[in-house]
Structures are given as C-alpha cells and as structure tokens.
C-alpha cells in the first residue's frame, strides 16, 4: 500500500465541496420542511396526536417495506422498546456488536439485560455470521423455544446486528442462524435507511427493526427514530408502550402498564416527511460522491470499504482504511486542523468501563478495524442541492 496522501486528499475534498471548512455529514433543507412545520404551528397540533406523525410512519414503512411503522422521540428509544416488545427482560443476554454506536448497548441496558459482544466481518465491518456460529455452537443450547448460554445459563433473548455506516451486514446469514436457534433478530438500522440486500431494504429482515432520524443521519426530523415490523401485535405493543400505555377512551386516562413517552412529535414528523420526499435523490447524489472518493482511493494510499456483492448501501458515511494506528492518528490530525472532518471508528464498547466485563469472543477483527478506519466528508455538496428541491 502507499502511504497516505494526505495533501492530496485535502485537495481532493475541497474540490468536491468548494468550501474552506467540511463537515462529515450535514443536513440538508430547503424542501417543504418550512411549509410544513408551518402546518402544525398554525394547526396546533405541535405534539404526537398530530397527523404528520402518521404520515410519516406510512412514509418510511412503505418506503421500506415494512407493515407498520411506530415512530419515535430517537433512535435509541425505538430499540428500547423494539428490545422490549421482542420480549427481553432483566437477566437476558443480547448478542451485539462492539464495533458500534452506543446506543445499541444503551438500550438493551435499559432493560438490565446484558450485551454480548460478537466480533464483526472485515468486508460490512457488522455482525459477523462467522464469529455467531462459533458462538452460538459453544456456548448456546436450545431448549423450549428459547435459547440459553451454557456458561451463564441466562437466556439468550435477542441479536442485534447493525448496519454501520449504511453497509448491509449478512443479514440473510445471520437470520437463518437466529432462527435455527430461536433467537428473536433486531436490526439497528440507524444508520442504513435506503440501503439494499439485493431488492430487499435492510430493516425487513428482523422481527422488528429500529431507524434513527437523529441531526446527522441520511435523513434527520431533528430528533427522532422508527420501529418497523410486519407483525400486528408487536405493533401494537410497540405503539401502546410508547404511547405511556394509555387505554383508548374519549376522555378516561387508564393505563395497564408501566409505559414510555416515546411517540415522536408533530413538529418533528413534519421535518421527517419533508425529508423522506427527497430521499430517493439524496441517495443518487450519495451514490455518486461514494464513487467520487472511491475512485481516488488507490492515488490516495487509502483503502475503500467495498460493500460486498448484491448490496447496495445507502453511502451514509463513507469509510475508508488506513495502515494502522498510527497512520489513522496522523490522517485524523492533519485533515482536521486543516478543516477537513474526519472521524475514527467509536471506541469498541467492550473498552468502555461499563460494558467491560461483558462476554467477548475475543473480538479481533473489532480491533483491527477500530485502529484503522477513518470517515471522510460525506454530506451532499452544494453544487448539487438544487437536485433536492421538490417538484411538488
Ligand atoms: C444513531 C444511532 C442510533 C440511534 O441514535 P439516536 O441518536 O437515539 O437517534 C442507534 N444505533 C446506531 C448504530 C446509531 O448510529
């Protein structure tokens, strides 16, 4: 491999975007957002009984392909309840990745339950089916439907897998084997709105999958996140526990549970569904950026993450991987002070103090990866905003 460019790549960027500073990722506005947050202000209907909240479930579930959408105050509530209504409970263990956001470990902590951490595949840099059979061959064993650790005997209760940085995991590998074992799977699929598995959106493999709508993903309402699913009654509850558990009535409160303010305001769906119009473009531009830097890679002396064959992700952020840690640290110093944003991988939960003594399967290729990629500019630059502008 050469050694980075980093001059180069500086250049490079500042080409792309025409600006002196880059953020990594920016949204963009300029569509019916105003129109519409206006709607709601002049309406009064500024919180969840709003009707752009159900337009823009309907939005994204039948963008996705999903029966139902529920949707949420963030992404993180949404696999909050996602992990609940799929019936993890205090105790339980949850296979996960290290190799990701916080939020996916926060949730199923809310619980009490207790993250596992898998290792993850060099090509998808997620969940890797590899490393799942290896773990579930020795330490799970079956029994009434459920599967259970042999070494804890807790309960295994759910998978979590994620799609980091919009790269479709073997999500087909990974259900099948969650299914041979009974293991409910979620996806998080924060990061990977609009990313394909051949025809297939990610998001529609699990029994319930989360989106987050947070400032800096492909799509933003501000705050916000999704639960998507094709099964009626875990809509239902997912909708019922975010809503505080309220008992339909006309003017009754009665509630059977302990339940969650997590329903996603009106102002906040107004953003969403101004956004989702102009998704399918914004997914054009980012296609094209991705084979921009792709393209530039081998001259730069740095390596672009392929998404394996047959998927399509939805470029959120664009990655790439350098020689080492050392070589990560002096791209991140250099392109930073010079206004180029660039981002390393998250710390691995398993280093962070409160998930450090949760089970691991040793976690190498984690490692690997957390030493040498790095994010590089990936918002829509601005000489192609006027591709966003509605029609309508
Ligand atoms: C963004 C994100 C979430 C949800 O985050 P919120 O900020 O709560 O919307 C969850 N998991 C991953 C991997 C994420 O990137």
């Given at each position: 491999m050469l050694s980075e460019r980093l001059d180069d790549f500086v250049t490079l960027a500042r080409e792309i975007f025409g600006e002196e500073f880059i953020p990594l990722h920016r949204p963009v506005f300029g569509g019916n957002e105003t129109r519409y947050l206006t709607g709601c202000i002049e309406s009064n209907f500024v919180s969840s009984a709003g009707a752009k909240v159900g337009a823009f479930e309907q939005a994204v579930a039948e963008f996705v392909g999903a029966k139902h959408g529920i949707a949420t105050v963030n992404g993180t509530a949404a696999l909050h309840v996602a992990l609940m209504v799929a019936g993890v409970t205090r105790g339980d263990e949850v296979l996960s990745q290290s190799?990701?956001?916080a939020a996916t470990c926060n949730a199923i902590s809310y619980i009490g339950a207790r993250p596992v951490f898998i290792d993850v595949d060099r090509d998808t840099l997620g969940f890797s089916p590899t490393a799942l059979r290896r773990w579930l061959e020795t330490h799970a064993r079956v029994e009434n439907g459920h599967s259970y650790s042999r070494t804890t005997g807790a309960r295994i209760a759910a998978c979590v897998p994620m799609h980091t940085f919009g790269l479709p995991v073997h999500i087909a590998e990974l259900s099948a084997l969650c299914a041979e074992f009974h293991i409910p799977l979620i996806e998080d699929a924060a990061e990977s709105l609009?990313?394909?598995?051949g025809d297939r959106q990610t998001g529609t493999f699990g029994a319930i999958s989360a989106f987050s709508f947070n400032g800096n993903k492909i799509i933003t309402t501000g705050g916000g996140g999704m639960l998507t699913t094709d099964d009626d009654e875990i809509a239902r509850k997912a909708r019922h526990l975010s809503t505080t558990a309220k008992l339909p009535h006309d003017y009754n409160f009665v509630h059977d549970m302990v339940g969650y303010n997590y329903r996603m305001p009106n102002l906040n769906a107004a953003l969403g569904l101004a956004q989702m119009e102009r998704l399918p473009a914004m997914l054009e531009i980012k296609a094209e950026l991705a084979r921009r830097w792709r393209a530039a890679c081998p001259a730069l002396g740095l390596t672009w993450i392929e998404a394996p064959t047959g998927t399509h992700p939805n470029n959120w952020l664009n990655a790439v991987l350098v020689r080492d840690r050392a070589a990560r640290d002096a791209m991140l110093e250099y392109t930073n002070a010079q206004g180029v944003m660039t981002r390393p991988v998250w710390t691995p939960m398993h280093q962070l103090a409160h998930f450090a003594d949760c089970q691991t399967d040793g976690l190498e290729v984690t490692e690997w990866l957390a030493d040498r990629v790095v994010n590089i500019p990936s918002s829509v630059p601005e000489n192609q905003f006027h591709r966003l502008i509605p029609t309508i």
């Open positions: 190799l990701t956001f609009g990313s394909r598995v």
